[in-house]
């Protein structure tokens, strides 16, 4: 079966190795990835690691004996581009590796916040293991820890910081956090959770820029107002890393470009994870996912592709959230809802489901602390059929 190479060794990369092993691929498997880590467990870093609940030990997706039993082996490198004609890769230090077949799985990089003074000491980003690192070593009790970003990642952060005992202050430049992916019920929801919590949530606050000497000292907004800080950290989303594949001619819209078998615009280069863009029938366009299980889903299917086997991608895309000890699962994409249903009082309650309607069929729920609505409400999407109040209510109250 020749060589079989993966560049990208995280969430896709990692379940790409392994799905070629379990459907038979006998042939040389290489894992190139850039971290120089092995690959590893990036929700916890906003959650459970950054707030020191888990250890390190805990990060791993996969044991380094798994890696030598599965005879798969690992290149610190960072690929620099592809000659498709001779399928090769070549790399940073000027190595090259010739394949077979190659799979894609570059995921994504935070997006720079084009402000002055974004690069100053004590200003960070969290996308990776070094990023949260730094973080960890600046955030001591006491501090001022600015987040600039109400999105699933900034407010997750705030919540990991106040546990360790930071003054937090979220910066959100919308009118209300979460306001891409959630109903306003859910975003007032989790506003009145971080305010209870003691964290400062200032919404319609647009950052012009941050200053200090040798490290960041303020941070400045539109209008002149100044605030203090620390430490910053900035979740205002990624950029998917798609210069490989684009340099090489592979079609990239957004993401790399991949059908229902996670085949890219070349019969030998699969791609897999946040760095593609895939139609999803369901929701009659292309979407890019950032989700580890739509990740996972699509290496399985790339693997498949690589053996010569078939295998779809086709499941609901799901999510997590955990802040504070509210577990958030989100079945489906809400975008293009015409009506949402309350299971219960947000403004009141630490439990509730907002389910998201569109023509009268569930598209997405947001279930917090509701582990049963989210089962069934995964089940009632995928059905894809019309469901009436009395129907949802009652999955609710079951
Ligand atoms: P990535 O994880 O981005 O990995 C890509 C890898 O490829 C990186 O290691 C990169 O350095 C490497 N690479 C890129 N280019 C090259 C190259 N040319 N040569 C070599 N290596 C290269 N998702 C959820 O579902 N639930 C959550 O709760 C959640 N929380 C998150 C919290 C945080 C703080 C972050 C940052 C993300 C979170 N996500 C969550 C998103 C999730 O982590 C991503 O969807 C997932 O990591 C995607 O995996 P991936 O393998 O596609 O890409």
């Not at 004590?122 to 999105?151: C, M, N, W």
């Not at 941070?219 to 910053?232: K, M, P, S």
């Not at 594949?245 to 897999?272: C, E, K, P, Y």
């Amino acid at each position: 079966q020749g060589t079989a190479v993966v560049v990208g060794a995280s969430h896709a990369g990692a379940q790409v190795v392994a799905g070629l092993r379990q459907q038979g691929w006998s042939g040389r498997v290489v894992l190139i990835g850039d971290e120089a880590v092995l690959p590893y467990h990036r929700p916890p870093l906003s959650k459970a690691y950054l707030s020191g609940k888990s250890a390190i030990g805990e990060l791993a997706i996969r044991k380094p004996a798994f890696y030598a039993k599965q005879e798969i082996e690992l290149r610190d490198a960072r690929v620099e581009s592809i000659e498709r004609a001779e399928r090769r890769l070549v790399m940073a230090d000027g190595h090259s590796l010739s394949y077979d077949k190659l799979a894609l799985c570059t995921g994504g990089r935070a997006r720079l916040l084009p402000v002055p003074g974004a690069d100053l000491p004590g200003v960070h980003y969290l996308r990776t293991f070094a990023d949260v690192e730094q973080i960890r070593e600046s955030a001591q009790p006491g501090k001022r820890a600015v987040i600039v970003g109400g999105g699933y990642i900034g407010l997750e952060t705030a919540a990991s910081l106040l546990a360790l005992g930071l003054d937090v202050t979220v910066l959100e430049a919308a009118e209300r956090v979460l306001m891409r992916v959630t109903a306003p019920e859910v975003s007032a929801f989790y506003e009145r959770i971080h305010r209870e919590a003691g964290v400062t949530i200032r919404t319609g606050a647009l950052v012009e820029a941050m200053t200090g000497e040798d490290r960041v000292r303020e941070v400045q907004l539109a209008g002149g107002e100044r605030l203090r800080a620390d430490l910053v950290v900035i979740g205002v989303g990624i950029e998917p890393n798609t210069e490989l594949a684009a340099a090489a001619g592979l079609v990239v819209d957004d993401g790399v470009v991949i059908d229902d078998n996670a085949r890219t615009s070349d019969t030998d280069i699969v791609a897999a994870g946040d760095c593609t863009s895939h139609w999803m029938t369901r929701y009659g366009r292309r979407i890019r996912l950032e989700s580890v299980p739509s990740a996972g889903e699509q290496a399985k299917a790339a693997a498949a592709t690589m053996c010569g086997k078939e295998k779809t991608i086709a499941a609901l895309p799901w999510f997590w959230s955990d802040q504070y000890d509210l577990k958030l699962q989100i079945a489906g994409l809400s975008a293009g809802y015409d009506e949402i249903l309350l299971s219960s009082d947000p403004t009141r309650d630490r439990d509730f489901t907002c389910f998201y309607l569109r023509e009268q069929k569930l598209i997405a729920a947001d279930c917090v602390n509701r582990p049963r609505d989210f089962m069934r409400s995964k089940q009632k999407i995928t059905e894809g059929l019309e469901v009436d109040r009395a129907e949802l209510v009652q999955i609710a109250a079951d």
